[in-house]
């Protein structure tokens, strides 16, 4: 190249490489922006059959037609694309990720997501990797590249992971779920070129650091409630572990092991609270281990995990229904016996509750009269209680037979339908 093409392609470069920063970057540029990163991109679009149609859709004074120009053309030129442009893009746009974490609203998990997205075929390239490698000075690092580059990527992100659990628990959040969901995400994204080795040994790579982060997070919130105890603690300091986990779950979602030991811990510590009646503190305990008592109980309905706690979560959700409005306690004894059909309490206090809504049928019974032309309620509805009653009753019988207030509402049924001269067993379906 002469001195006067060069000089002329400087010229172009000047007039590009802003544009096509912006265009890329997909909003106006800050002071730290350089277009002058991306003169080696551009050189390799230089190549490209459509350059001249892409630098006049830059140069367009338009910027609403700039844009729309450059977004037609921009997908074909990226399927024509070399390993090495891709290669740039990647850092790129894995730099300006980095550089959103800092600015509140920003999304750099989608900066870092498209970086990975341009990294997959250069990972993907043996020869452009033995190219590196031998620019670098170690060719024998070639065959082992595609990985090393892979962990380079990914260990700033767990390290941020675990550099954002203290003893105090979790920092903020928002920026650590970024990091979680490039460890998540990412293997697929990298790997999407088909090396399914490759994709192995990096999902393994951001599995370990998703489990340490988790573990660190569950070591924090064990310590936390290690010298609770729960008859003298404050509310707050029952909410405590809590609350780190509730920090954990909004980065990471609910993890299996953090639920169970809310779950275990919840319990253990209702026991002593419900047995002196401290409903104060005994709720504010609850509440703050439903999420994850709620997360168990449904793997536990789907067979999807939390085995062998069953009997746990259905003490929870017997301590849970005695705060809930009456009417509503029905249903978390039916959940509690779904959950763990063999639970006593849960027979216990399901029988119970239905057996009180027997009583108030028979009660309905019991207040009308046979005789229509008293105009109090007539036979018909009569019966439809008595029958409703029966129902009832018969369902605490196959619940739980030991309860100690059946035979004698049996006996109150049978006076009720000897009232109405209508056995028990003749009375027709109510409605």
Same mark, same amino acid.
């Given at each position: ?7 002329? =392609? ?48 830059l140069l367009d004074p338009d910027p609403t037609a700039s844009r729309a120009r450059f977004s037609a053309q921009w997908p074909e030129a990226l399927k024509r694309l070399p390993t090495q442009g891709h290669h740039h893009l990647a850092l790129l746009n894995i730099r300006w990720g980095w550089d959103a974490l800092a600015q509140p #609203? ?37 065959? #082992? ?6 962990? =380079? @990527? ?13 003893? +105090?628990?979790?920092?903020? *959040? ?12 990412? /293997? ?16 393994? @790579?951001?599995?370990? =650091? ?6 660190? +997070? ?10 609770? !105890?729960?008859?003298? +603690? ?44 401290? *409903? ?10 439903? %999420?994850?008592?709620?997360?168990? !109980? ?15 979560? +259905? ?15 029905h249903a978390w004894f039916r959940r509690a016996l779904e959950v763990c059909p063999g639970h006593r309490n849960s027979r216990l206090m399901l029988s119970y509750n239905l057996l009180n809504k027997a009583r108030a049928e028979l009660v309905k019974a019991e207040s009308t009269s046979p005789l229509e032309e008293l105009g109090i ?21 196959? @619940? ?23 056995? %028990?067993?003749?009375? /027709? /379906?109510?409605?």
């Open positions: 190249m002469n001195r006067s093409t060069r000089a002329a =392609w400087r010229l172009t470069e000047a007039a590009l490489l802003p544009p096509l920063m912006r265009q890329l970057k997909g909003e106006p540029l800050g002071p730290d922006d350089r277009p002058g990163q991306i003169a080696g991109l551009l050189q390799i679009l230089r190549l490209d059959p459509a350059f001249v149609d892409l630098a006049r859709a #609203g920003a999304n750099p998990a989608s900066l870092w997501e498209r970086g990975l997205r341009h990294l997959s075929p250069v990972l993907a390239d043996p020869a452009y990797l033995t190219e590196i490698a031998l620019a670098s000075g170690t060719p024998e690092s070639a065959d #082992g590249l595609n990985l090393d580059l892979a962990e =380079w @990527i990914f260990e700033p992100h767990g390290q941020s992971l675990m550099d954002g659990v203290d003893d +105090a628990g979790l920092g903020a *959040t928002e920026g650590l779920s970024h990091h979680w969901r490039v460890l998540a995400e990412g /293997p697929a994204l990298l790997c999407g070129h088909g090396d399914a080795l490759l994709r192995q040994q990096v999902e393994l @790579i951001c599995g370990q =650091w998703r489990r340490q982060f988790v573990d660190r +997070a569950m070591a924090v919130a064990a310590e936390r409630a290690r010298p609770v !105890e729960p008859t003298s +603690a404050t509310p707050e300091e029952l909410a405590a572990p809590f609350k780190i986990l509730l920090d954990l779950k909004r980065v990471s979602g609910f993890d299996e092991h953090a639920s169970i030991w809310a779950l275990e811990t919840a319990v253990a510590w209702s026991w002593p609270l419900f047995n002196i009646k401290d *409903t104060a503190r005994l709720q504010g305990l609850l509440d703050a281990a439903r %999420p994850f008592v709620q997360h168990v !109980e449904a793997l536990l309905l789907r067979g999807g995990g939390a085995f062998g706690r069953n009997s746990l979560c +259905a003490d929870y959700l017997l301590f849970a229904a005695d705060f809930v409005p009456y009417e509503e306690q309620l007539n036979a018909a509805q009569a019966i439809e209680a008595a029958r409703r009653a029966q129902t009832l009753l018969d369902e605490v019988e196959e @619940i739980f037979p030991q309860n100690e207030r059946l035979p004698e509402t049996r006996e109150r049924l049978a006076r009720v339908c000897e009232k109405l001269k209508v056995p %028990p067993s003749q009375a /027709p /379906p109510a409605g």
